[in-house]
């Protein structure tokens, strides 16, 4: 396993910009799948994007088009690329990682055995 840690959260106005950042240690991600996750209080964590080991990209419909996953196997970092943030993409981020999966499961929790505590977004109308 690999530990994980969220950072680049905070507060925006709508249509702005954030970069979020995940930094593994204790293995090379070079090869794993990994994932954000989002929660609001009282529901459930929902995808966001994804990318396995082979770097190939997963989005959810709610985000695509405005969210940009990428990986830097040099720093062992994972990044999310935030733009066009509107008041409902206010939640808690939460970085993921599995040494193995399939591409199909790359959208579910359940795939992911590493996980990160998580950087709170709030995006303001």
């Known amino acids: 396993q690999v530990q994980l840690v969220e950072s680049g959260g905070g507060s925006v106005q709508a249509d702005g910009s954030l970069r979020l950042t995940c930094t593994a240690s204790?293995?090379?991600?070079?090869?794993?799948?990994m994932a954000w996750f989002r929660q609001v209080p009282g529901k459930g964590r929902e995808p966001v994007a994804a990318?396995?080991?082979?770097?190939?990209?997963s989005y959810s419909d709610s985000i695509k088009g405005r969210f940009t996953i990428s990986k830097d196997n040099a720093k062992n970092t994972l990044s999310l690329q935030m733009n066009s943030l509107k008041p409902e993409d206010t939640a808690m981020y939460y970085c993921?990682?599995?040494?193995?999966?399939?591409?199909?499961?790359?959208?579910?929790?359940?795939?992911?055995?590493?996980w990160g505590q998580g950087t709170q977004v709030t995006v303001s109308s």
């Open positions: 990318i396995d080991g082979d770097g190939s990209l």
């Open positions: 204790g293995n090379s991600i070079s090869n794993y799948c």
């Open positions: 993921a990682a599995e040494s193995v999966c399939r591409y199909w499961r790359l959208l579910l929790q359940g795939t992911y055995n590493s």
